[in-house]
């Protein structure tokens, strides 16, 4: 038995590993120059509540990334196109973005807000692109067996960004101008360049030759029946495509369902903002990694399909850790206990969950297929649990938790349903 753990945990000293952790700082570190730590230099140069809630419409472009995956997915960039069409587009990204960030450095928010929200879009837009090509190349980096492995040392080095950008920042700001700390933030994209420029160039299927000369509208429909149309018909070809998306949509339903009503829900039970941010960053943080390194490990030993059951159950058992929190209330040790379960349980499904998905692209729609697949599990977050207030509201807090625990099982019943279909395997 540990022998063949030791064999499982042996894919985290793959050479591969190092820049997938790089690759995943670069992909982190970006979100909150437009989120948390954007919104306090927003209030610190003295712009209006209002204004701030405007300015989050830049984050738009994170939840549309897959209206232009197509173009990352097929379109060579000329000059770039000799790292290969993945590393040339990331290094791409990572220029805009460096541009980007430091473009908002140097706009003071107050007297050019205009400016500064031209600058955040352009920003979340480089970041998103780059988005979409590291998960092409994460998921063309390795088989089945390693995808666990890969995206959970690409969610370490995710988490290493976030810390970068959030902590760090505020680290830096309280010393010194918040232009100044940008355009230290905007030297994060060093880190990904870095990655992308020493890493092994991907092995790419040949490039289309032909001969016949075609108008601007014919390549434009025989773009789009390539990019678009064709990534589509290649993922509904696979039997019970309809059960798979239902499954995709529901896996994660337990922890996105309660996840708008976490912290109300803390703040019900007594506990100040200085005792959440502590325990959640320190506990949560550490439990989360810990969590996706098991889960990883995991899907090497077991593979996907064991590790989506044994994971989704734990979602739900570790839900029910917020009951007992219920009943504890103000308990900062209790807190901890939760907290830590309850981001363990996230950490290993994260990785399993993010391995099936990329178990299911095909490589030569790589970047396409995982941003629609990826699109729509965030259906789940961003739809259906906007409805968690009004359960919320309607029962007691322990009787929330019993009931969004529960909501596990339909996409464990599903799961064993594809098993038996043979829908699922590996």
């Known amino acids: 038995m540990f022998k063949r753990w030791l064999k499982a945990i042996e894919v985290y000293g793959d050479k591969r590993m190092l820049t997938m952790i790089l690759l995943g700082f670069s992909s982190g570190f970006p979100y909150l120059l437009v989120f948390g730590t954007f919104s306090l230099w927003l209030k610190d140069a003295g712009v209006s509540l209002a ?14 990334k897959w209206l232009w995956s197509p173009i990352v997915d097929r379109v060579r960039l000329p000059l770039f196109d000799r790292l290969g069409r993945r590393r040339g587009w990331a290094l791409f990204a990572q220029i805009w973005l460096m541009a980007a960030i430091w473009g908002m450095a140097v706009t003071n928010p107050a007297q050019n807000p205009v400016n500064m929200a031209v600058f955040a879009f352009l920003m979340v837009v480089a970041s998103a692109t780059q988005d979409i090509v590291l998960d092409a190349y994460r998921i063309e980096s390795f088989n089945n067996r390693e995808q666990g492995a890969g995206v959970a040392v690409f969610v370490l080095g995710y988490r290493f960004g976030t810390l970068f950008s959030g902590a760090g920042a505020l680290f830096l700001a309280a010393v010194m101008p918040w232009e100044d700390v940008y355009k230290i933030m905007s030297l994060g994209a060093l ?13 790419e299927p040949a490039r289309e030759e032909t001969t016949e000369k075609r108008g601007l509208w014919q390549r434009g429909i025989g773009f789009l029946k390539k990019s678009v149309v064709a990534p589509l018909a290649d ?5 019970k495509w309809i059960v798979i998306l239902l499954f995709i949509f529901l896996y994660r339903m337990t922890d996105a369902y309660m996840a708008p009503m976490a912290y109300p829900f803390y703040d019900d039970m007594g506990f100040s903002k200085i005792e959440i941010a502590s325990i959640i960053k320190l506990f949560g943080i ?9 889960g990883g490990a995991l899907v090497s030993r077991y593979g996907i399909v064991r590790s989506l059951m044994f994971c989704g159950i734990l979602q739900g058992l570790t839900n029910m ?10 308990d900062l040790s209790v807190l901890m206990v939760t907290i830590s379960l309850d981001n363990i349980a996230a950490g290993m499904g994260t990785a399993a969950f993010v391995a099936y998905l990329s178990s299911l692209c095909n490589k030569e729609y790589t970047a396409t297929q995982y941003a629609l697949l990826s699109s729509f599990m965030s259906l789940a977050r961003d739809i259906f ?3 968690s207030g009004f359960l919320a509201a309607a029962v007691s807090w322990p009787a929330f938790f ?8 339909p996409s464990l019943l599903l799961l064993v ?4 279909a043979k829908v699922i395997r590996g």
């Open 51 to 64: 204004a701030i809630g405007l300015f989050s419409l830049a984050k738009a472009p994170y939840s549309f």
């Open 191 to 203: 880190v990904g360049m870095a990655a992308i420029l020493c890493a092994k160039k991907e092995n």
């Open 235 to 239: 993922f509904m070809k696979r039997p």
């Open 286 to 294: 550490m439990a989360t990694i810990g969590g996706t390194l098991v």
């Open 321 to 330: 850790s917020f009951v007992w929190q219920a009943y504890a209330g103000h």
């Open 385 to 387: 649990a906007a409805t």
């Open 402 to 409: 019993w009931l969004t625990s529960f909501m596990v099982v």
């Open 417 to 420: 349903y594809m098993i038996k």
